[in-house]
């Protein structure tokens, strides 16, 4: 899964949205219990300027790990944001309902990876530098 993950977080600082996406939503159904690619989800939402879905992700992955310290900042956010510009945040049901859909095509069964698609230009972004990896020159 950590694979998956940090393919995930490559094609998000590409912008490539949707493959993120498709990579994060795989590691979730196979595993619901990962914070990491709640808050992958999350991120993926905020790129799309969708808030309440970005809200509803990060409050789910503040459910499964209380301790990740990137989900908590994630929710105080977006409660700071939505209620500064005076909008409300989704109901718990409406939170369920948004993390429990899946709004990407249908993905292979968990376990098994998806073809990547081509690779973007590499750039030493965080994951890159942590993972030691250079740019091509």
Do not use: C, W
């Amino acid at each position: 899964m950590m694979e998956l993950l940090v393919e995930a977080e490559r094609y998000l600082s590409h912008g490539l949205l949707d493959h993120a996406e498709r990579l994060f939503r795989q590691v979730a159904d196979a595993d619901p219990k990962s914070s990491i690619a709640a808050v992958g989800l999350a991120r993926v939402a905020l790129e799309r300027g969708d808030d309440a879905t970005a809200y509803a992700f990060g409050r789910r992955a503040v459910a499964i790990d209380p301790e990740n310290p990137a989900a908590h900042h994630l929710v105080l956010r977006l409660e700071e944001v939505v209620r500064g510009r005076g909008g409300s945040l989704p109901s718990d049901a409406e939170i369920a309902r948004i993390t429990t859909a899946s709004p990407v095509a249908p993905l292979q069964s968990p376990g098994s990876v998806a073809p990547s698609p081509p690779r973007p230009p590499s750039r030493p972004g965080l994951i890159g530098r942590l993972l030691g990896r250079r740019p091509p020159r």
